[in-house]
């Protein structure tokens, strides 16, 4: 055989079969046999690098297919080898779990030569262009890290010509920042910080004093002390800050813009809660807030002012770890002490290495230099021949299959699969499009891509059941989609690419049924019979096995007003958004759920205390939507010494609620033994 050829692993406990697949394809790869799971592994681990794709069954001695894909999950073969999987057994159980553990497609048996052609050159064509659009992104990748620093640096030279600090100063901070959390990482997994986060802390750092920008020049640069009036317009640019930050139109809910937020108002919080402007205090501040302020203050101590000389770093050490610049997260301290001898040689570093006086129009050369544009001309080309290969494909294999890309958002399709579906060949803005909605229905479609939204590198396939008009006729179909990353520590897919299979299956379609009884149509979120039917249960093992749950009753106080003056579809909106919030901000154990109307509960554990967690959950949902303030009311009751039913504990909860209604709206109360008399009234639900 020709070593030119691209090698397929086929794993099939039964020689005939092995024989028949390898006849199919040998004209076109290079043909490796395995008789069980244990040899392929083994195969696997010699030649992981030549293998371009391979073909699993499932039920073999030694090693099932199953077992194959955890292994190939555990070792990271899956990212880098497609599977399909070769089997006689159709049951859904079995596909979705194929599925779930990473297998590209399923073909049954008895193997019909030209599916099996069809598919596997079909996704032996999109691995391939999967790996080249990583290559391609790579520049992309590369450029935004560019923009990133260019950015920090700009600001940088705004803060020195508005108020006469060191250029340095947002440098420094930048990177104090990036070796504080790198630090705490190491030390502690309590703030389940991801690389992605750092980098996205670190440049929004450079953000915590844009704020004195509304402040006074001659405030801003007074060389002695504040008098009380103007430590007090000093303080206001932490609000400003953020302020502005809020203020940017369609691009609040960006992550950069979230945390730089967070870090603007503040930063000048203190551990012990007697900072500013919120009086936060422990780990109520966000802690990339408060890694920023040691930063700063850090830098502050250790650079020269207007007001001041600069400190050494050992005796700016020695003020922070004494109190004398108030109080911080004992753990940060433990991370500056770590950090400090390698801090001294890289603030010299990057302060010689920016001092250049041209460093930043020489970056703007680079990033506009003329090679690079025409690289992106050559991607762009590359990446449409891939395009062209894949939609040839796709006609041939007879199979409705789609690309969806997020940022612009398209939706792809053969011309075949457009004819079929009647719908255009390329759509963009799809939920806006009047001919793929009547296919894939807005709802459902949007669901889908949220579903989409929360994959992961490892975890990057999704199949779920819809209701599709296809062709005239409305099907069970099940869509399945695997998302596609330029990097594996992006906070979203780049797009997808996946296919739309008729569910014909009668169990299946039960299934499905059933699923859909359990959960409201609008939000997605389980409804109250399914809900309470759970927490129950739940309730029941809580006495038995010593945990504790708070259950959370909550109405939004202005669901009218949504309705009223921005519209019903606005109103709809306002649910959907406060639901995803729910799901974004409880663990999976937790359970949402909507009773109906603009009302929703909520059940989580907790160990100690419920109160941190309500309390930041409260926080999260709360904040405006589309300019839209988002108001709720919240009652919350807990199963510590409690011996009723769910029923009994939704009523305290309730009645709590109605508590914080009937007073200051858009707050939280727990019951409590003084509202004890206006539940026993039963008048609760009939004030609101």
Same mark, same amino acid.
């Given at each position: 055989?020709?070593?030119?050829?691209?090698?397929?692993?086929?794993?099939?406990?039964?020689?005939?079969?092995?024989?028949?697949?390898?006849?199919?394809?040998?004209?076109?790869?290079?043909?490796?046999?395995?008789?069980?799971?244990?040899?392929?592994?083994?195969?696997?681990?010699?030649?992981?690098?030549?293998?371009?794709?391979?073909?699993?069954?499932?039920?073999?001695?030694?090693?099932?297919?199953?077992?194959?894909?955890?292994?190939?999950?555990?070792?990271?073969?899956?990212?880098?080898?497609?599977?399909?999987?070769?089997?006689?057994?159709?049951?859904?159980?079995?596909?979705?779990?194929?599925?779930?553990?990473?297998?590209?497609?399923?073909?049954?048996?008895?193997?019909?030569?030209?599916?099996?052609?069809?598919?596997?050159?079909?996704?032996?064509?999109?691995?391939?262009?999967?790996? !080249?659009?990583?290559?391609?992104?790579?520049?992309?990748?590369?450029?935004? !890290?560019?923009?990133? /620093?260019?950015?920090?640096?700009?600001?940088?030279?705004?803060?020195?010509?508005?108020?006469?600090?060191?250029?340095?100063?947002v440098?420094?901070?930048?990177?104090?920042?990036?070796?504080?959390?790198?630090?705490?990482?190491?030390?502690?997994?309590?703030?389940?910080?991801?690389?992605a986060?750092?980098?996205?802390?670190?440049?929004?750092?450079?953000?915590?004093?844009?704020?004195k920008?509304?402040v006074?020049?001659?405030?801003?640069?007074?060389?002695?002390?504040?008098?009380?009036?103007?430590?007090?317009?000093?303080?206001?640019?932490?609000?400003?800050?953020?302020n502005?930050?809020?203020?940017?139109?369609?691009?609040?809910?960006?992550?950069?813009?979230?945390?730089?937020?967070?870090?603007?108002?503040?930063?000048? !919080?203190?551990y012990?809660?007697?900072?500013?402007?919120?009086?936060?205090?422990g780990?109520?501040?966000?802690?990339?807030?408060?890694?920023?302020?040691?930063?700063?203050?850090?830098?502050a101590?250790?650079?020269e002012?207007?007001?001041?000389?600069?400190?050494?770093?050992?005796?700016?050490i020695?003020?922070?770890?004494?109190?004398?610049?108030?109080?911080?997260?004992?753990?940060?301290?433990?991370?500056?002490?770590?950090?400090?001898?390698?801090?001294?040689?890289?603030?010299?570093t990057? /302060?010689?290495?920016?001092?250049?006086?041209?460093?930043?129009?020489?970056?703007?050369?680079?990033?506009?230099?003329a090679?690079?544009?025409?690289?992106?001309?050559?991607?762009?080309?590359?990446?449409?021949l891939?395009?062209?290969?894949?939609?040839?494909?796709?006609?041939? /294999?007879?199979?409705?299959i789609?690309?969806?890309?997020?940022?612009?958002?398209?939706?792809?399709?053969?011309?075949?699969?457009a004819?079929?579906?009647?719908?255009?060949?390329r759509?963009?803005?799809?939920? !806006?499009?009047?001919?793929?909605?009547?296919?894939?229905?807005?709802?459902?479609?949007?669901?889908?891509?949220?579903?989409?939204?929360?994959?992961?590198?490892?975890?990057?396939?999704?199949?779920?059941?819809?209701?599709?008009?296809?062709?005239?006729?409305?099907?069970?179909?099940?869509?399945?989609?695997?998302?596609?990353?330029?990097?594996?520590?992006?906070?979203?897919?780049?797009?997808?690419?996946?296919?739309?299979?008729?569910?014909?299956?009668?169990?299946?379609?039960?299934e499905?049924?059933?699923?859909?009884?359990?959960?409201?149509?609008?939000?997605?979120?389980?409804?109250h019979?399914?809900?309470?039917?759970?927490?129950d249960?739940?309730?029941?093992?809580?006495?038995?096995?010593?945990?504790?749950y708070?259950?959370?009753?909550?109405?939004l106080?202005?669901?009218?007003?949504?309705?009223?003056?921005?519209?019903?579809?606005?109103?709809?909106?306002?649910?959907?958004?406060?639901?995803?919030?729910?799901?974004?901000?409880?663990?999976?154990t937790?359970?949402?759920?909507?009773?109906?109307?603009?009302?929703?509960?909520?059940?989580?554990?907790?160990?100690?205390?419920?109160?941190?967690?309500?309390?930041?959950?409260?926080?999260?949902?709360?904040?405006?939507?589309?300019?839209?303030?988002?108001?709720?009311?919240?009652?919350?009751?807990?199963t510590?010494?409690?011996?009723?039913t769910?029923?009994?504990?939704?009523k305290?909860?309730?009645?709590?609620m109605?508590?914080?209604?009937?007073?200051?709206?858009?707050?939280f109360?727990?019951?409590?033994?003084?509202?004890?008399?206006?539940?026993?009234?039963?008048?609760?639900?009939?004030?609101?």
């Amino acid at each position: 055989m020709s070593g030119s050829k691209r090698k397929i692993l086929i794993v099939d406990d039964s020689e005939l079969n092995r024989s028949l697949l390898a006849d199919m394809l040998e004209g076109s790869f290079e043909i490796i046999e395995a008789e069980n799971g244990t040899e392929a592994i083994a195969i696997l681990q010699e030649h992981e690098l030549e293998i371009s794709l391979m073909l699993l069954d499932i039920v073999m001695p030694q090693m099932d297919g199953f077992e194959v894909l955890s292994m190939m999950n555990h070792t990271g073969w899956i990212k880098m080898i497609p599977v399909i999987m070769i089997s006689a057994e159709t049951s859904g159980a079995y596909i979705d779990r194929a599925y779930d553990l990473g297998a590209v497609d399923y073909i049954s048996r008895p193997f019909d030569e030209r599916t099996v052609k069809h598919r596997v050159a079909c996704n032996f064509m999109l691995s391939v262009r999967q790996k !080249e659009m990583s290559d391609m992104l790579t520049d992309q990748i590369y450029q935004k !890290e560019k923009d990133n /620093s260019l950015m920090i640096e700009i600001l940088s030279h705004i803060v020195e010509f508005r108020n006469g600090e060191s250029g340095m100063h947002v440098l420094h901070v930048n990177m104090i920042t990036q070796m504080l959390l790198e630090q705490l990482v190491r030390k502690t997994n309590k703030y389940h910080l991801s690389q992605a986060d750092i980098r996205f802390i670190s440049t929004a750092s450079a953000l915590h004093d844009i704020g004195k920008i509304s402040v006074p020049e001659e405030i801003l640069n007074k060389p002695g002390r504040f008098t009380p009036e103007e430590f007090e317009i000093m303080k206001s640019h932490t609000v400003e800050g953020a302020n502005m930050l809020a203020a940017i139109p369609f691009r609040k809910n960006e992550t950069l813009i979230k945390i730089g937020y967070d870090i603007c108002r503040h930063h000048h !919080e203190r551990y012990d809660g007697k900072g500013y402007p919120d009086g936060l205090k422990g780990d109520d501040i966000p802690i990339a807030a408060q890694v920023v302020a040691l930063a700063d203050v850090y830098d502050a101590l250790t650079s020269e002012r207007c007001y001041k000389k600069a400190f050494d770093s050992d005796t700016a050490i020695n003020m922070i770890l004494n109190g004398e610049c108030g109080q911080f997260n004992p753990l940060l301290l433990e991370c500056l002490k770590e950090i400090t001898p390698k801090l001294k040689t890289e603030l010299k570093t990057v /302060s010689l290495g920016a001092n250049a006086e041209n460093k930043l129009q020489d970056s703007v050369k680079q990033i506009l230099r003329a090679d690079k544009v025409a690289a992106s001309h050559r991607s762009i080309y590359l990446f449409e021949l891939e395009r062209q290969k894949f939609r040839f494909l796709s006609d041939i /294999s007879g199979e409705i299959i789609f690309e969806y890309t997020s940022v612009p958002e398209t939706l792809q399709f053969s011309e075949w699969c457009a004819e079929f579906l009647g719908v255009p060949v390329r759509i963009a803005d799809p939920s !806006e499009c009047e001919e793929w909605t009547n296919v894939f229905p807005k709802e459902d479609f949007e669901k889908f891509l949220n579903r989409l939204k929360n994959t992961s590198p490892e975890n990057s396939v999704v199949t779920e059941k819809y209701l599709l008009n296809i062709n005239g006729q409305q099907k069970w179909s099940k869509v399945i989609a695997k998302t596609l990353w330029s990097d594996s520590e992006a906070e979203a897919p780049d797009g997808a690419i996946g296919k739309i299979v008729d569910v014909n299956d009668e169990t299946e379609i039960m299934e499905l049924l059933e699923k859909q009884a359990e959960h409201d149509s609008k939000t997605g979120l389980l409804n109250h019979t399914a809900a309470k039917n759970r927490i129950d249960t739940l309730i029941t093992e809580a006495r038995s096995r010593g945990k504790r749950y708070a259950l959370a009753v909550m109405d939004l106080d202005n669901m009218k007003k949504a309705n009223d003056e921005h519209g019903h579809l606005f109103g709809d909106e306002v649910l959907c958004a406060l639901a995803d919030r729910m799901r974004e901000n409880i663990r999976v154990t937790d359970i949402a759920a909507r009773m109906g109307g603009d009302e929703f509960i909520l059940f989580t554990e907790y160990k100690d205390s419920s109160l941190p967690q309500i309390k930041r959950i409260f926080k999260r949902i709360t904040v405006p939507f589309r300019n839209f303030e988002v108001s709720i009311s919240m009652g919350v009751a807990t199963t510590e010494n409690f011996e009723g039913t769910y029923d009994d504990l939704f009523k305290m909860a309730d009645t709590a609620m109605y508590t914080v209604k009937r007073g200051k709206k858009n707050n939280f109360c727990y019951f409590d033994e003084s509202m004890r008399g206006l539940l026993e009234s039963g008048e609760v639900r009939n004030d609101g």
